[in-house]
């Protein structure tokens, strides 16, 4: 099975020390660029901006360009993903899927990088993978435990979790709303 390259910007807004981008770089199991202008063109972007869900369908761009994600605090996520340049990636978002990082555990999407990469592995077919990934941390695994239904729909491309989580039937209104909220702290 060929394994997709993982690429991410890291902005150094946090402890590199407990940044799980570091520490998934010291691993192998991602590439650290300087700039996002290092991030392959025709990549895909993890973008919780973005209108379209990953799903399985994206594995090919994955494999042959590659998955780009940009490390950043959630409280600039959405303004830093507009300034990029629209044609240089393929934007996508996650599925909503729950959080279980120490500082956003129960949080609905605001994923730590390590988590995003692992639904990304899983959604795109690559199981045994993002597992590996999650072990780096003692609570790593019990994000695939508490996601494991999301994520089995959504590696299928069944995306109504979204509006069972959600509670309404406009996913992007919601996920808007969602985002909103969890910027303002809410």
Not at 30 to 36: A, E, F, G, T
Not at 110 to 135: H, M, P
Request: charge should be positive; include cysteine; charged fraction near 25%.
């Amino acid at each position: 099975m060929q394994l997709p390259r993982i690429f991410i910007h890291r902005l150094p807004q946090d402890d590199p020390s407990k940044n799980t981008a570091v520490k998934m770089a010291r691993f192998g199991f991602v590439q650290l660029v300087d700039s996002v202008r290092h991030l392959p063109r025709g990549s895909i972007l993890l973008d919780p901006t973005a209108k379209s869900p990953l799903t399985l369908s994206d594995r090919d761009t994955v494999i042959r360009r590659g998955l780009s994600i940009i490390d950043c605090s959630w409280r600039r996520a959405v303004e830093l993903h507009d300034k990029l340049p629209r044609v240089y990636f393929v934007r996508r978002r996650l599925p909503l899927l729950i959080a279980v990082n120490p500082p956003h555990y129960g949080k609905p999407y605001i994923l730590s990088t390590i988590e995003a990469v692992a639904a990304a592995l899983y959604i795109l077919g690559f199981r045994k993978e993002a597992e590996a990934v999650l072990r780096l941390y003692k609570w790593g695994p019990n994000f695939l435990s508490v996601n494991a239904r999301y994520l089995e729909r959504y590696a299928v491309s069944d995306l109504t979790p979204e509006r069972e989580l959600l509670g309404i039937d406009d996913v992007e209104e919601g996920i808007t709303r969602l985002i909103v909220a969890l910027l303002n702290g809410r």
